[in-house]
């Protein structure tokens, strides 16, 4: 399997991207580009994002490599119940958490 960053490598080329206009489309530095590409660094939440919006490919596909089975069971979680999972969540999971959450809200008031 490849890693992320052969991935993304892959995905750029495909689209005849260099770093650099890759760079400008998702707003990030062309050497995180690289570094990301190379491994060395790992892509924030919000970089995912506007990776698999460039490239339309699913977040899933980006980080495994698999695409994303529908299953048409809704799951519904109560206010308290989203609070107590966000709550006993790594601080690193909970950022992430806020990120999705803050591109989603973004996303609606477009």
């Known amino acids: ?12 080329k495909k689209s ?3 770093q650099k206009e890759l760079s ?3 707003k990030v530095a062309r050497s995180s580009i690289g570094k990301i590409e190379n ?3 790992s892509p924030s939440a919000e970089i995912l994002v506007e990776l698999s919006k460039t490239f339309k490919v699913s977040i899933d596909w980006l980080l495994t490599e698999n695409e994303y089975e529908k299953n048409d069971t809704v799951i ?3 206010k308290d119940e989203v ?4 709550e006993n969540a790594y601080e690193e999971d909970k950022n992430i958490i806020f990120g999705f959450l803050s591109k989603f809200e973004k996303e609606n008031q477009k």
């Open 24 to 26: 400008e489309s998702i």
């Open 76 to 78: 519904k979680y109560t």
């Open 83 to 86: 609070t107590k999972i966000i």
């Open 1 to 12: 399997m490849k890693s992320l960053g052969e991935r993304i490598l892959y995905l750029r």
């Open 16 to 18: 005849n991207l260099t």
């Open 39 to 41: 491994n060395e660094v």
